[in-house]
C-alpha cells in the first residue's frame, strides 16, 4: 500500500511557471508507475503525463514541450514541472500510482490516487 500526497498548487498568471509535487508514503517510487490526470470543471478526468517504473515517459499532446515529470528517489516524490502555463490548464490535478512497469494513459489502469490538488491559471 502507498499513499500520495500532491502539493504546490496555486493561482498563477498565464506564462507562469509552477511545480507540483507528489509524495508517496509507505513504498519506493522507484517501484511504481507514475503519472498525473487533471480534471477541469464540467470536463472528464484527463490523462497528463506518466513516468514507468523503467522510466519510459509519456505527456498529452496538450502539454508536451511545456511540462516535464521527473522521480527524486531522495525525497521519494515525482515532480511535474510545469512551464508557460495557459488558462485551458485550470484543473484539479491528481497524482496516481501503479506498481510494476506499465505503459497507460487510462486512469482505470492506476490503483492509487491522491487528493488532488488545485491549479488555477489566470489570463
Known amino acids: 500500500q502507498v499513499q500520495l500526497v500532491e502539493s504546490g498548487g496555486r493561482l498563477v498568471q498565464a506564462g507562469d511557471s509552477l511545480r507540483l509535487s507528489c509524495a508517496a508514503l509507505g513504498r519506493a517510487v522507484r517501484s511504481y508507475t507514475m503519472g498525473w490526470f487533471r480534471q477541469a470543471p464540467g470536463k472528464e478526468r484527463e490523462f497528463v503525463v506518466r513516468?514507468?517504473?523503467?522510466?519510459?515517459?509519456a505527456y498529452a499532446d496538450s502539454v508536451k514541450g511545456r511540462f516535464t515529470i521527473s522521480r527524486d528517489n531522495a525525497k521519494n516524490s515525482v515532480t511535474l514541472q510545469m512551464n508557460s502555463l495557459k488558462p485551458e490548464d485550470t484543473a484539479v490535478y491528481y497524482c496516481?500510482?501503479?506498481?510494476?512497469?506499465?505503459?497507460?494513459?487510462?486512469?482505470?489502469?492506476?490503483?492509487?490516487w491522491g487528493q488532488g490538488t488545485q491549479v488555477t491559471v489566470s489570463s
Open positions: 513516468i514507468s517504473m523503467l522510466g519510459f515517459t
Open positions: 496516481a500510482a501503479r506498481t510494476g512497469e506499465i505503459l497507460s494513459r487510462e486512469s482505470t489502469d492506476y490503483t492509487y
